[in-house]
């Protein structure tokens, strides 16, 4: 036995890296294969390390794997990302002016309703149909449209029920009333609620009308065209600027006009808007539906003390919430729907909402297209020498139960509703904007830059001349029939928004 220990101290040479076979032998290295019994002295005097026991191994592949794309290659790819879908062949060659708006709407996409039918059932189809609008068509009419039924309705209704909105003078005792029959669950008829929430011009196209007058309309600021068959009542579909933009993205190639124009900067571009409305990411969610309902608008920016932008809330946003959530964070409902998307889409990345002024046109509509959003946040462009300064905590950091843990009480922002809302004593857990991810990596907020603007931008190109979406804009905060009734600070060391319209 003690004329074997030494071979077992004996260490054998580390291999080159030359010497090294490509593949791995099945037989067991000789420095590791054991001298003598188990329960022999010889082997309790040295045990080897795990160093020597890997010597005889080769070393991973890993440490000679060279990136496959360089950096200038990334950039390239950022700048200029390839659609998700190839072109459709049959645009192929056709100028985009001439194509007809029938050929790129579905009438299977259309959901309608009757005026009678309740708001509960109308609310389910909205969510449960994926579509953006639901139609409310008098069949004693031959199927006439008499109005839409959206998300900022919905939102309208439930700011109305929950006592946030105020009707004006004209209008406070048939709303109370509507109020009052909401909290009790009774049925209430679309058609008395279809006006509630800002609404933009009701506007319609015969199927055989050309692109140019969609993108003409469309760049003036309105959000979606219903396409009737031409000379009757039958719907063929609904274009929304959304569908258009997708579109023209995934068939540039065949348009060069705008084709030529995804390449180019936004800040070479002059695109966009400074006009921005956010909400900073401690107040109440109640305050963030309030400033969509007043403003119009169908999403804003959320920040941080620092305005950086840390999140997005939007009136879709609202199908994930519950009641009690009314007096939570917007941070905290933020952690809310990415917990809602996880659970229910399978989707756990975090949305990007953001660009700077040195994004591409490529870029920035390739983020719409693939977020399905309204707008994006122009940030200031990140410093090449310096990172982004970090965020004050003004709050400590808690995980966000995922919907349903908070109570088993709580009610679904869909009709109808409890008798009263949750008290503005109700605890819920605090989130700081500086917790959560990326709140360092987005900037702070500049501007946006919304669909309106890139079909603006495109119907300028193209030699048409829309008319000026702000106008449109003004016409639609002033189209609701019922306003938010004015109140202090909710909180008394910041305001509720931030306004940087200027």
Request: aromatic share 4%.
């Amino acid at each position: 036995m003690a004329d074997r220990t030494p071979s077992m101290e004996r260490k054998s040479p580390t291999p080159s890296r030359e010497s090294i076979s490509p593949s791995i032998s099945r037989e067991t290295p000789p420095n590791l294969k054991l001298s003598g019994s188990m329960g022999s002295v010889g082997s309790l005097n040295h045990r080897q390390s795990f160093t020597e026991q890997l010597r005889g191994h080769p070393g991973s592949p890993r440490a000679q794997r060279q990136p496959s794309l360089s950096q200038a290659a990334v950039q390239e790819l950022l700048n200029n990302p390839p659609a998700a879908n190839a072109g459709d062949p049959a645009f192929v060659g056709r100028d985009w002016k001439d194509i007809r708006v029938g050929e790129l709407v579905r009438s299977d996409d259309v959901r309608s309703v009757s005026p009678e039918t309740g708001v509960e059932a109308a609310t389910k189809l909205l969510i449960d149909s994926g579509a953006p609008v639901v139609l409310i068509r008098d069949m004693s009419r031959g199927g006439a449209v008499v109005g839409t039924f959206d998300y900022s309705d919905l939102n309208a209704y439930l700011l109305l029920v929950v006592g946030v909105a105020e009707p004006e003078e004209g209008n406070i005792t048939s709303f109370l009333e509507l109020a009052r029959k909401a909290r009790q669950g009774s049925t209430i008829p679309i058609k008395d609620v279809k006006d509630l929430g800002k609404k933009e011009p009701f506007v319609h196209l015969p199927h055989t009308a050309n692109l140019t007058k969609a993108v003409e309309i469309f760049g003036s600021g309105v959000h979606r065209i219903i396409v009737f068959k031409d000379g009757t009542n039958e719907i063929k579909g609904i274009l929304s600027q959304l569908r258009l933009v997708k579109f023209l993205w995934e068939n540039g190639k065949s348009f060069p006009v705008i084709d030529k124009l995804y390449p180019q900067y936004l800040k070479a571009l002059d695109i966009g808007s400074h006009q921005v409305i956010a909400i900073n990411g401690d107040q109440p969610l109640a305050a963030a539906l309030e400033l969509l309902n007043n403003e119009g608008v169908t999403s804003l920016a959320v920040v941080d003390n620092n305005l950086n932008v840390v999140g997005n809330i939007s009136t879709v946003d609202v199908k994930v919430g519950k009641l009690p959530l009314l007096q939570s964070s917007c941070i905290h409902f933020i952690g809310v729907i990415l917990s809602s998307r996880g659970m229910n889409d399978g989707k756990d990345s975090v949305p990007v909402f953001h660009v700077n002024p040195f994004s591409t046109l490529a870029h920035t509509v390739a983020k719409l297209v693939a977020t399905r959003s309204q707008r994006m946040w122009v940030v200031d462009a990140p410093s090449p020498t310096a990172s982004a300064p970090p965020t004050p905590v003004s709050q400590p950091a808690v995980m966000v139960p995922p919907p349903g843990t908070l109570s088993s009480s709580t009610t679904p922002i869909t009709p109808g509703f409890p008798s009263s809302p949750t008290p503005s004593h109700t605890h819920f857990p605090s989130i700081s904007a500086s917790a959560l991810p990326g709140t360092n990596m987005s900037g702070r907020l500049n501007g946006v830059i919304s669909l309106t603007d890139i079909l603006n931008l495109f119907a300028r190109h193209s030699g048409l001349k829309p008319l000026d979406p702000n106008e449109t804009r003004r016409q639609r905060r002033r189209s609701s029939s019922s306003s938010i009734r004015g109140r202090p600070s909710m909180d008394s060391g910041r305001s509720s928004s931030v306004d940087m319209r200027r």
